[in-house]
């Protein structure tokens, strides 16, 4: 069964610092995307980045990056340049593409704090 | 404009109470689903749909059911709400090529009393 696990409840970072945000991932499946959604206070879902299973290189939006190792079934984000807005809930996730539905399993989130 | 409504934002209702949730869309994505967000556990999917005819449940379906009147119209309902389905509900899209990623919208906060 396909499972995330996103292992830091809280993180903070200074603003313009890097931060990296950790996601590990369980799947039987060779092929897969793996997201990132940001969820600032006001509740909204917003989709930040995406990496296929097959991609070669790490997925990068902006100030956004996935440090992708798929062997240590890893996909972490990593945020540069930090700021305030950022601070947010961030989810990883995960949908097997071979499967009927191809469902997307979310994991626990970690809330990230950037302090000026 | 938003692309995905969902309504009320808010309700608060009592133990017992039948709710529906609407959500609607005007992305023109054949794919919809409905989510429950509680604390600690992250999103889970209650209900997903591929089409008007095509309705399946998720892994908590149990104390919900769901309509597709439309393409664009998804709709959750609690038959007979408790306070343990208390939480975000957010409804998402999404298009079945490409990268597929979901578009939610902007949740609607239920409190069961």
């Known amino acids: 069964a396909q499972k995330i696990t996103q292992t830091q409840p809280g993180m903070f970072v200074q603003e313009k610092e890097a931060v990296t945000l950790d996601c590990t991932y369980d799947t039987s499946d060779q092929s897969y995307g793996l997201f990132w959604y940001k969820q600032p206070s006001s509740g909204e879902m917003i989709f930040l980045i995406y990496?296929?299973?097959?991609?070669?290189q790490n997925a990068t939006e902006g100030r956004y990056s996935l440090n992708f190792q798929k062997a240590r079934k890893s996909a972490n984000l990593v945020i540069s340049a930090s700021q305030l807005g950022d601070s947010a809930m961030y989810f990883c996730a995960m949908r097997e593409l071979n499967t009927g539905f191809q469902k997307l399993v979310f994991g626990t989130g970690t809330r990230l704090l950037v302090s000026p | 404009d938003a692309d995905v409504t969902q309504t009320p934002r808010n309700r608060i209702t009592k133990t017992g109470k039948r709710i529906m949730l609407e959500c609607s869309q005007t992305?023109?994505?054949?794919?919809m689903y409905w989510y429950r967000q509680d604390p600690g556990l992250g999103l889970r999917l209650i209900y997903y749909?591929?089409?008007?005819?095509?309705?399946n449940k998720g892994e908590i379906s149990d104390g919900y059911s769901v309509s597709r009147q439309a393409q664009a119209k998804f709709s959750l309902s609690l038959e007979s709400a408790i306070p343990n389905q208390t939480a975000l509900y957010f409804c998402?899209?999404?298009?079945?090529?490409?990268?597929?990623?979901?578009?939610f919208g902007p949740g609607t906060r239920l409190t069961v009393l």
């Open positions: 749909s591929f089409d008007v005819k095509d309705i």
């Open positions: 990496q296929g299973s097959y991609d070669e």
């Open positions: 998402a899209t999404s298009v079945e090529r490409g990268v597929n990623e979901q578009f």
């Open positions: 992305k023109g994505h054949d794919r």
